[in-house]
């Protein structure tokens, strides 16, 4: 069963940073991609960032393109967000999330460029809150 757990969320002031850290389990060898979402208050849940782990190929929402930075672990099955420059707008719950069913760099591409109720998943996990004061 995969799993994925968001942690590293926090209080912080404009212009602040964070790092958020997604541990993962269960996955079976081969490619697979690990994304980033967030969901504000009264807003839909939006793709953040993106990482295929096989290859190192990353993706980001336009918004956070130049702040935000995805890496990966794969010796310690963990996913990290590094997150600069952090604006009262990026205030959110992050989660972490993944598709083992999808093609890597095609639900990258999508889940960065829109925005869903649940991207056709089911087990968000509680998410991570993150909080921008201005």
């Known amino acids: 069963e995969v799993q994925l757990q968001a942690s590293g969320g926090g209080l912080v002031q404009a212009g602040g940073s964070l790092r958020l850290s997604c541990a993962t389990s269960?996955?079976?060898?081969?490619?697979?991609?690990i994304g980033w979402f967030r969901q504000a208050p009264g807003k839909e849940r939006e793709g953040v960032s993106c990482?295929?782990?096989?290859?190192?190929?990353?993706y980001y929402k336009a918004s956070v393109k130049g702040r935000f930075t995805i890496s990966s672990d794969n010796a310690k099955n963990t996913v990290f967000l590094q997150m600069n420059s952090l604006k009262p707008e990026d205030t959110a719950v992050y989660y972490c999330?993944?598709?083992?069913?999808?093609?890597?760099?095609?639900?990258?591409?999508?889940?960065?460029?829109?925005?869903?109720?649940?991207?056709?998943?089911?087990?968000w996990g509680a998410g991570t809150l993150v909080t921008v004061s201005s």
């Open positions: 990482i295929s782990t096989s290859d190192g190929i990353t």
């Open positions: 269960g996955f079976s060898s081969g490619g697979y991609a």
């Open positions: 999330a993944a598709n083992p069913f999808a093609l890597p760099l095609t639900w990258c591409a999508r889940i960065t460029t829109t925005t869903s109720p649940d991207y056709g998943m089911d087990d």
